[in-house]
């Protein structure tokens, strides 16, 4: 067995079981050196927002928590990323890097980088897929292209085998006799320096337990009704996994494990039609990097080029973009989600598109400023998902919802918020509003808002936006879109 150590590099994979990475190190049989750094420079134009920081620091502490459990710790340490590695390469001796893989573009650029200059230089370094069920270039069409479509793409997903997750055993890590220098968390300084973040403490639990939890609670309960409830804003009927998947304190392969798990009884898998529905949700996060890694341009722009063109709205001042972040449009549950999001740093599925819908059809503003948004204010903010969200919504994407799909936020809030419970949690102004009104307050009566205490221009806005106008206005742009088209073939 090498004497020399192992540096274990941690990134989005902040977890023990399941791990790739530390399986190989440990089966190296050397002393391990586990090792997170933060690069902001490294991540290119999308270091981590703000939300998605704080996560990281509960998920960092919770990380060397469970290290020290097994007599190990986690070295902190800050700067690029290549720069870093091969001063510890010299300092502790290291035999080996491992790490498991990323596949943002920036990230697959620098870490090419690195793997070639440790491994000319007579380093063991090696990365692993710790991330997805399949990586995004094993997955293409019988004309050996990426997919561009979901449901063939996960079609043929379905029809690879899914590696078992690897256990990782109670058992202590292979100290080294010297531990390098290290930081404090604290220097990092991911926390926030303004006072944002206290609903984000009282919503979550960061680290690789709170995944095991939340995974167990959710398969165990809100699972079998996935597919009825999951549109459901006012119940607890989605998994709220993504934050976890994302910092990788839960693997898609541990969550597969889970629902497969329930399958054992009946042999039938997936054992409901609620864990087939969530599995292709799995999925929609899978096609999500592998549509990013074949078309790595798309976080700025569109993956259907005549949609560089679109005619988009001006909002010289930014007060329409600012109604829209902080929940002030006029439209409960648009302003539902966007508080939910601020308070939380999660917003539900099916609200993400009703308040993405808004941005871009009924007020016109770039899917751009809506993903930059999500971005900063999302604990699960991930590049491919948001990417791939963002331009579905606006019709430019991948497999989108056309651009003349144009979600009504009225009609969406009756029916998926029937009873305006989930308005009435965010948007305390309207809770004493009957359900009858609540999704369209401007509609009731003056002696009904003055009984509930609304007073619309004052403690609620009116609409920023007709909706019949601000439907037809979209079409409108969308039509011109496709005047030019057809003049420019």
């Known amino acids: 067995m090498p004497s020399t150590p192992t540096l274990l590099w941690f990134r989005q994979d902040l977890r023990l079981q399941d791990n790739p990475a530390l399986h190989a190190a440990l089966a190296r049989g050397a002393p391990i050196i586990p090792l997170f750094i933060l690069d902001d420079a490294g991540e290119g134009k999308w270091r981590s927002g703000g939300a998605a920081r704080w996560w990281l620091h509960q998920a960092l502490a919770s990380l060397d928590a469970s290290l020290r459990e097994h007599g190990s710790r986690l070295v902190i340490l800050k700067g690029n990323s290549r720069a870093v590695l091969r001063e510890l390469v010299v300092s502790t001796e290291a035999g080996a890097v491992y790490w498991n893989r990323r596949y943002e573009p920036a990230i697959i650029a620098r870490d090419k980088a690195i793997k070639t200059e440790f491994a000319a230089g007579g380093l063991d370094a090696k990365s692993f897929n710790g991330a997805l069920l399949n990586e995004p270039h094993a997955v293409l069409n019988k004309q050996g292209r990426p997919f561009q479509v979901f449901t063939p793409y996960w079609r043929t997903c379905l029809t690879l085998p899914v590696a078992a997750p690897i256990k990782f055993a109670a058992q202590a890590l292979p100290a080294p006799g010297k531990w390098p220098r290290s930081l404090e968390l604290a220097e990092l300084e991911l926390l926030p320096r303004i006072h944002w973040d206290g609903g984000l403490g009282a919503t979550w639990q960061p680290g690789e337990a709170g995944a095991a939890k939340r995974l167990k609670q959710f398969a165990g309960a809100a699972m079998e009704a996935y597919a009825e409830n999951r549109n459901r804003p006012d119940l607890d009927g989605t998994s709220m996994l993504s934050p976890w998947l994302h910092t990788g304190e839960l693997s898609p392969r541990q969550v597969w494990a889970s629902v497969k798990a329930r399958s054992k009884d009946s042999g039938v898998f997936p054992p409901s039609n609620g864990a087939r529905v969530f ?106 998902s948001n990417t791939l969200g963002w331009q579905w919504t606006a019709g430019c994407g991948a497999d989108a919802a056309p651009y003349f799909r144009v979600f009504a936020p009225v009609l969406q809030g009756v029916k998926f918020d029937a009873k305006g419970d989930y308005v009435r949690r965010w948007v305390p102004e309207l809770a004493r509003l009957p359900a009858e009104h609540i999704h369209a307050p401007w509609e009731a009566l003056p002696l009904t808002l003055a009984e509930a205490g609304v007073t619309l221009g004052k403690n609620y806005p009116h609409p920023i936006v007709d909706h019949a106008t601000a439907r037809a206005e979209a079409l409108a742009a969308f039509k011109q879109l496709r005047t030019r088209r057809v003049g420019e073939t």
Do not use: C
Request: charged fraction near 20%; aromatic fraction near 16%; proline fraction near 7%.
């Open 279 to 384: 599995l292709a949700e799995i999925g929609w996060r899978e096609f999500a990097h592998h549509l990013l890694f074949h078309f790595p341009h798309t976080p700025e722009q569109p993956l259907r080029e005549e949609f560089a063109r679109f005619p988009w709205a001006d909002d010289p001042d930014g007060g329409r973009l600012r109604a829209w972040q902080r929940g002030l449009t006029g439209y409960p549950i648009v302003d539902a989600g966007m508080r939910q999001l601020w308070h939380t740093g999660w917003m539900h599925n099916r609200v993400r598109m009703i308040v993405a819908s808004f941005l871009v059809k009924h007020l016109r503003l770039p899917w751009t400023a809506g993903a930059a948004w999500f971005w900063d204010t999302l604990v699960d903010a991930d590049l491919a």
